[in-house]
C-alpha cells in the first residue's frame, strides 16, 4: 500500500494467530505512515494511543486529527448524537451531519471521511451534506426480520471491541427495550482464548447474552461466568436458537454478532 491519503482510525492487538503482540502490529503501521507522501494527508484518530505511539515513531506528513473529545487546535469533534451532530474544527462548526447510522464508531468513521475528503477539494459542508444519503453496507447492525415482535439484526462485530461498540449503538437506539446478543468466537484470535477475558466486558451493555461453544481449547461459560445468569452457553446453534426461543419476548432485539455465517442462525430464529 502507498496511500496519498490514509486514515488512521484504532489499532489494537488483533490476529494473535501473524503477530506476536501489539508492538508487532505498530511497527507494521509505522512502515505503512513511511509510505505517505509529504504532500499526502494522515487522518488520525486523536483518542488512540497506540496510533500516537506510531506517530511518535516518525511521521513526514501533514496530520489531520479527529475524534476530540473537548477542543483542540485544528482537530475535528461532534458535538450531539451519532446519527445528527455538528462537526467542529477547534470551536468553529464547518460542517452537519444528519443521517441513519447509529453508534459512535460511525460518528467517528464520519469525521474521519470528511477530513479525507478534504484533502482532495471536497469542502467540510459538502462533505457532511453528502452523508446525509449514504446507506450503510450489510452486516452492519442489518435487521434482517421481525417475529413476533423481535427484531433480529446482523452484525460483523467479532473483536470485544466492536461487539461492545456495537450493543451501545443499538443501545442508543432502542433505550430501555431488551438486547439479546448472540455470538461466535470464530476469529482465529478469539479461537485462541486471547480475548475471552474481555467478553464481559464487550456485552456489558446487553440484557441476555448467548454463546456458541466451539472446539476452542478454552470454556465459554467460564469465561462468561462474571455474567452469572445474563449469559448462556450452547455446544451447537440448534440448542442455540432453543435457548433463545425460551428467553425471547415480543418487543426484543436480538443482535447476532459473527464474521461467518453462524450456520443460518438469523433464518431459524425468524423461522
Known amino acids: ?153 446482523d452484525d460483523f462485530a467479532h473483536h470485544p471491541t466492536a461487539m461492545r461498540t456495537t450493543i451501545n449503538g443499538l443501545r442508543r437506539k432502542v433505550g430501555t427495550q431488551r438486547i439479546l446478543a448472540v455470538f461466535e468466537p470464530r476469529t482465529n484470535t478469539m479461537k485462541k482464548g486471547e480475548m475471552k477475558a474481555q467478553l464481559p466486558w464487550a456485552l456489558e451493555e446487553a440484557d441476555l447474552a448467548f454463546c456458541l461453544q466451539g472446539n476452542y481449547g478454552w470454556d465459554a461459560a467460564q469465561a462468561l461466568s462474571p455474567m452469572g445468569a445474563q449469559a448462556v452457553v450452547a455446544d451447537s446453534v440448534d440448542k442455540l436458537v432453543s435457548a433463545l426461543l425460551g428467553r425471547a419476548r415480543s418487543g426484543d432485539h436480538v443482535l447476532v454478532m459473527s464474521n461467518g455465517g453462524f450456520g443460518g442462525i438469523h433464518d431459524k430464529l425468524l423461522a
Not at 48 to 71: I, M, N, Y
Not at 100 to 107: D, K, P, S, V
Not at 119 to 126: F, I, K, R
Open 1 to 153: 500500500y502507498r496511500p496519498r491519503c490514509a486514515i488512521l482510525n484504532n489499532l489494537e492487538f488483533d490476529h494473535a494467530d501473524i503477530f506476536v503482540d501489539l508492538a508487532a502490529i505498530e511497527t507494521q503501521f509505522h512502515h505503512l505512515v513511511r509510505t505517505v507522501p509529504s504532500q499526502g494527508r494522515l487522518v488520525v484518530n486523536i483518542r488512540e494511543d497506540s496510533l500516537k505511539r506510531v506517530l511518535s515513531r516518525g511521521c513526514w506528513t501533514p496530520v489531520q486529527h479527529f475524534g476530540a473529545r473537548k477542543e483542540e487546535p485544528g482537530a475535528l469533534r461532534a458535538r450531539g448524537e451519532p446519527h445528527a451532530f455538528d462537526v467542529l474544527r477547534g470551536s468553529l462548526k464547518i460542517a452537519r451531519v444528519d443521517w441513519t447510522q447509529l453508534g459512535e464508531h460511525n460518528q467517528l468513521n464520519a469525521l474521519a471521511a470528511i477530513g479525507a475528503a478534504e484533502h482532495v477539494g471536497v469542502s467540510p459542508d459538502l462533505a457532511g451534506a453528502a452523508l446525509h444519503t449514504f446507506t450503510n453496507v450489510r452486516r452492519r447492525l442489518e435487521l434482517r426480520g421481525e417475529a413476533a415482535g423481535v427484531k433480529v439484526y
